[in-house]
Nanobody, 115 residues
Framework: QVELVESGGGLVQPGGSLRLSCTAS????????MGWYRQAPGKQRELVVV???????NYADSVKGRFIISRNNAKNTVFLQMNNLKPEDTAVYYC?????????WGQGTQVTVSS
């Protein structure tokens, strides 16, 4: 079992940047595929990006070229650097860990992009 805690959300103006962090505890972090998902009001949760245990990322088209995922296995942490933020990026962002049929979610962190 793995527990996930996100941090780093907040309010930012369009064109600004934020970095989200997700720290895991309770298991061997390096074997998990880690992902960031988001859910905007009235919409379904959607994939933002996932990074494999080997470090290979797969981005949603809507964030390609703007968001960068990275992981530090020594610190059990995955990061999401978000640049050139747009109002449509406003959502609750959730961290996810996946290994086979097992999956775990963080509690979410709010990101609001507004002038």
């Amino acid at each position: 079992q793995v527990e996930l805690v996100e941090s780093g959300g907040g309010l930012v103006q369009p064109g600004g940047s934020l970095r989200l962090s997700c720290t895991a505890s309770g298991s061997i972090f390096s074997v998990y595929a880690m992902g960031w998902y988001r859910q905007a009001p009235g919409k379904q949760r959607e994939l933002v990006v996932v990074i494999s245990s080997g470090g290979n990322p797969n981005y949603a088209d809507s964030v390609k070229g703007r968001f960068i995922i990275s992981r530090n296995n020594a610190k059990n942490t995955v990061f999401l650097q978000m640049n050139n933020l747009k109002p449509e990026d406003t959502a609750v962002y959730y961290c996810n860990a996946r290994l086979g049929s097992f999956t775990s979610w963080g509690q979410g962190t709010q990101v609001t992009v507004s002038s």
